[in-house]
């Protein structure tokens, strides 16, 4: 069964904008903490932005000020706004949902966690 459904990637020059999406199940959408993380060629994952039920967010520092990570409550879907792209962001980005905490600095998740299978996105200098 699958439960979180990734979709907005794609190939920009740097500079360029996305906008990722991330549909889930509302039994999915309901898990405490929901987040998207990437994992580039040759690299470990890193989480990139990750949202508590309460609302608060926490960003990697690498995409401050360049990425915004949102919520629509009534359609199940987590976003991830992408502005001013470099070729360093260059990565399958993957959304997650859990009920154990989540941070910038998760890599694995509990039992209970989901994890979508990705989008392709790609930077071109």
């Known amino acids: 069964q699958v439960q979180l459904v990734e979709s907005g990637g794609g190939s920009v020059q740097a500079g360029g904008s996305l906008r990722l999406s991330c549909d889930s199940s509302?039994?999915?959408?309901?898990?405490?903490?929901m987040g998207w993380f990437r994992q580039a060629p040759g690299k470990e994952r890193e989480g990139v932005a990750v949202v508590a039920s309460d609302g608060k967010i926490s960003y990697a520092d690498s995409v401050k000020g360049r990425f915004i990570i949102s919520k629509d409550n009534g359609k199940n879907t987590l976003y991830l706004q992408m502005i001013s792209l470099k070729p360093e962001d260059t990565a399958i980005y993957s959304c997650?949902?859990?009920?154990?905490?989540?941070?910038?600095?998760?890599?694995?998740?509990?039992?209970?966690?989901?994890w979508g299978q990705g989008t392709q996105v790609t930077v071109s200098s």
């Open positions: 509302q039994y999915t959408y309901k898990r405490n903490y």
């Open positions: 997650a949902a859990d009920i154990a905490p989540l941070s910038i600095a998760t890599v694995t998740l509990s039992p209970y966690g989901v």
